[in-house]
Each structure stands twice: as structure tokens, then as C-alpha cells.
């Protein structure tokens, strides 16, 4: 099955906390990854999405060392929201 990914730099002005992460996470800019399959059964091409990673600061490093954890796209729309309503 055909895969692709998409990657987007996502910019957070304040801390923020994304579930499946497990702690607040410093404001900055971040690396999300989308993974998507092409869906087969179908005449034109169309991707469903199947993952979606973000990569952040190692809990234990001073930010030389990066994690890439699974997170749900509609958690991190949500905290870029909360991001945008903090500073209004």
C-alpha cells in the first residue's frame, strides 16, 4: 500500500500540554508528521491520514535530544486554539 508524509512546522507563543505526552511543553516551534495511505479501492486518488507524530524536547535533555510521540491531530488543533485565545 502507498504511503506519503506530510510535515508542518507548528508555532506555540505560550506552554502548552498535548495528551500522550505526559508534560507541559515549553512555547516554540515544533515538527508535526503526518502519515498517510493511499486508499486503493477507489478511481481517483484519495490519503487517509494513519498517524500523526510530533517531535519534542526529550524530558531529560537541555533540547539537543528530540522524542517523536503519537498524538491525535483534533488534540493539537485544540491546543493550537487555546495557544491563539490565550494571548486575546
Known amino acids: 500500500?502507498?504511503?506519503?508524509?506530510?510535515?508542518?512546522?507548528?508555532?506555540?507563543?505560550?506552554?502548552?500540554?498535548?495528551k500522550g505526552v505526559g508534560r507541559s511543553l515549553p512555547a516554540g516551534e515544533y515538527r508535526v508528521v503526518t502519515d498517510e495511505e493511499?486508499?486503493?479501492?477507489?478511481?481517483?486518488?484519495?490519503?487517509?491520514?494513519?498517524?500523526?507524530?510530533?517531535?519534542?524536547?526529550?524530558e531529560s535533555s537541555n533540547g539537543a535530544v528530540v522524542e517523536m510521540v503519537a498524538i491525535d491531530p483534533r488534540e493539537l488543533q485544540a491546543a493550537q486554539t487555546r495557544d491563539f485565545n490565550h494571548g486575546a
Open 1 to 18: 500500500m502507498a504511503t506519503r508524509s506530510k510535515s508542518k512546522s507548528v508555532v506555540f507563543s505560550h506552554p502548552f500540554e498535548l
Open 38 to 58: 493511499l486508499i486503493e479501492q477507489v478511481s481517483f486518488p484519495v490519503y487517509r491520514r494513519v498517524a500523526t507524530m510530533i517531535f519534542v524536547p526529550a
